[in-house]
């Protein structure tokens, strides 16, 4: 093949991933407000992710606790009030931070689900659904597969894509600059849910799938790997002698 036809069907095939990853980016679902879907509930709100709130309003209340009790004793021991009142009001800060740092890393998932997914703990009358809101503030469908989180070069941060052979990106999603815990829980969480969705949706997983055409292509190989170990073995020492001696 000729230097010029390598180009041609490099730009060809460059064109084809351009326009796949184009189609996934501009999916239009509430860029203009950085709100999901019309029906699609946040993470957050969502009954799964109840618990992490109801641990928000506890650690709020124990810092406010937790600061009259130092602050009292402050007072007591130093027999002045500023003082007191200075530490009282830095315990409650720095409680309150720690709680709302911890809080925030589960209020700020990127995903959001309809009425029919699994995490809203009811009863399934259609088509579950998922969505994955990009670092624009807008919505994606993240489609049928599972994704993955690769390095953008070009503007830093991390890119989603699906996690295929071909990785076709669906947008841009972190401005991390490496990955950190925060990062992968949420991926997590996301797969997590489309998982769910498949189930809900009766689609195969195609993780599953792949497991076990693996485990039959390996199953084939064995059998076929044996019975050439039988046809082998099949021809005893004294056969061999007799063939010899015709």
Known sequence: MSVLGQKTQTAIKFRERE?????????????STGEPSAGMIRFINTPIAQPFVQARNIGFVSAVLA???????????????AVAFSIAVVSFAANASFVMYR????????????????????SSFGQAEVEVQLSDGGWVDPGEHRIKAIS?????????????????VLGHFST??????????HLALINQAI???????????????ARDRETKESGLLERSWLEEEQEIEVESPLVSFFKREE
Request: glycine share 8%; hydrophobic share 40%; proline share 7%.
């Open 19 to 31: 326009v796949q990853v184009n189609r996934l980016r501009h999916h239009p679902m509430g860029e």
């Open 67 to 81: 600061s009259l009790v130092l602050g009292g004793i402050s007072a007591l021991l130093t027999t002045s009030n």
């Open 103 to 122: 809080y925030l890393g589960h209020a700020s998932t990127p995903l959001a689900v309809n009425l029919n997914h699994p995490f809203m703990d009811g």
């Open 152 to 168: 953008d070069d070009l503007i830093g941060g991390f890119n989603i894509a699906h996690d295929t052979i071909d990785f076709p």
């Open 176 to 185: 991390a600059k490496k990955r950190t815990a925060l990062l992968t829980r």
């Open 195 to 209: 998982a769910l969705r498949d189930a809900v949706n009766n689609i195969p997983d195609p993780i599953a799938d």
